[in-house]
Every structure is written in C-alpha cells, then in structure tokens.
C-alpha cells in the first residue's frame, strides 16, 4: 500500500474577530488553504514553516502538538484508515443542497429578491447550443470567477463540462444582459452547476442577476416536469457565504462524506474560542450530519436559528467544558 504524503503548513496571525493571536497547523489543497486562512484570519497571516510528510506522522505530529499549535485541520479521505478521536471532528468537505420543485420559497430574504427580480423586469431564455455554452464561459463565468476567486484554476474546470449534457440560462431584461447559469443533468436529476455575471460585473448581483438564475432554473425545470433540483456545492460552515445564499432558497442539505477536515482543537485561548463561536459547521456524528455550535452563555444560545432541512441534529457544545486533544 502507498504510504500517503502530505503537504502541511504551520500558520499565524490574528483571529479575524477577537484580532488575538490564533496558530493552526493545516494540510490540504491550495484552495483548502485559501478558504481556511481567510475563515481564520480574515487579512494577513504568516507561514512559520511548511513542509511533507506522511499523512500517519502528520497526525502524530500533531496529537502531540509538536509545533505548538492552537489546533489543527487536515483533509482525508473518510474511506482510509485514519480514525478521529473522540475529541476531534468530522467535517465534511462540502455541503449538498437540494430544492424541491416547484420551489416554495418561505424566507424574507428569498422573497425579496424574487420582487426585485420583478421589478427590474428580468426574463430568461435557455439554449443548449455549444457556441452559447461558450458564451458563458467567456462572458459571464469565467470573468466573474476571476474576480471572486482569483486562485481557481478556470480552464482546468471548464475541461471537464464535455462530460455532461448541458444547457445555459440566459437573463436579461429585454436590452441588457444580467447573469447566465450553466445546468447540467446526470441521472436524471438537473444541477444548477455553474453561474456567473456578464462580464464579471459584481454590481449586477444587487440587481436580483444571481437571485433570477435560481429562480428561473427552477421555473424552468418544473415546467420540464421535474421535481427536484440540485443547487451545488458549499463549504461546511454555517457562516459560509455560498451556503447562506443557498440556504434561503429552502433547500435540503446533505454531508458530501467522500472526503473530510479533521479537526483538533489543541490549545484553550481566546482565539481559539472566538474562531469556534462564530464559526458553527457541520459535522459527521454517529453517521448522521449535525452541525455543531459552541456556546459560551447558554441564555443567549437560540438553537431555533440552527434549523436546517436534512440536518440529523444540532450539537450544542459548552466551550467551558471542551475537551482539548
């Protein structure tokens, strides 16, 4: 069997809430990377010292705290023989999201763009013609994604949409193109796969543009008969962006378990506390998905807030009686 070589960094800074001094130590991809540093610590940090070793000696290293850190992360494949203690946490690297159609939105924030997409007047049409998939990528995913996320590989992701049966959703509002949505269908079941602004213009998104390809795709697909639609992928913390935006949209979520973040948490300080308050995520727990919430006060703790759809359970942790690794 191939032992498993690992890249690990040992990082430090500030804690982007509390601005106390926080130091993790991390292995996974660069893009991992990018999302995990800037969920830490928000601006700048510093790389103490980095380096390989196998995935055994990585986790050994760390359960000792060898580098004296304040906790640690790494992905794995859940598959493999690596064990978490009890004390540690399962995280699932991505969170799944589903809508039933037709979809029945029940948010403020969700009903509210749905009146602004009216009153801006915006309409769709849709083709599966290859020069309009392209049109997409050129002017509309591509540049937007380079804007959001500048360390994405872009032509290595659009490669791979060959594979797939594919149409693109066009939005506008009778003279000015807004926004475009790749779907794709595998399974029988459509995936709202891709989206982007024409050109890349993020003041479109205040205008309903991202808001009308979801809510037309689903217009769409339920016209079409079917009665689900998979909304894609988001990190696995509750206050991850792309996963509040798809949350209002009342969909169902599911722990993608293929890989995960291990994680540990070393040291008690009040970094360490602050980055784990604000930051609930989701978590594998006796094969169920919950999401987990540290809490300092319990009289101030609304678990009500935590009520998601697919979710087995909500595990509330009082930080004051943690168990450190």
Known sequence: MAIKIVDWKVVQGNEKVSHEPIKILFSGSVSDFAYISKKVFGGSFSVVSDGKMPLSLFLLAARRNYFGCDLFLFQYKRSSSIRLRDSEYCLPLWIGSTVSLPMRVKSNSAKSDIRLIKKNGLVYSVSDARECIEDFFVNYWAPTIKKRYPEKNIQKERESWSKYRCEVLFVNDGQHDYSAALIRYDDDRPYLWRNGLKNGDLSLWNKGAIAATYYYAAEHLCSMGYDSLYLGLSRAFFSDGVFQYKKKWDGVVNGIDRYAFGLGVLKDRVG??????????????????????????????????????????????????????
Not at 280 to 307: A, C, I, M, Q, R
Not at 308 to 320: E, S
Request: with cysteine.
């Open 272 to 325: 360490v506390r602050k980055f784990l308050i604000n930051n609930p995520f989701f978590s594998f727990h006796n094969n169920g998905l919950y999401l987990t919430v540290f809490y300092e006060d319990v009289n101030v703790f609304e678990k009500e807030e935590y009520d998601i759809n697919g979710l087995d359970g909500v595990r509330c942790v009082d930080i004051n009686a943690l168990s450190f690794c």
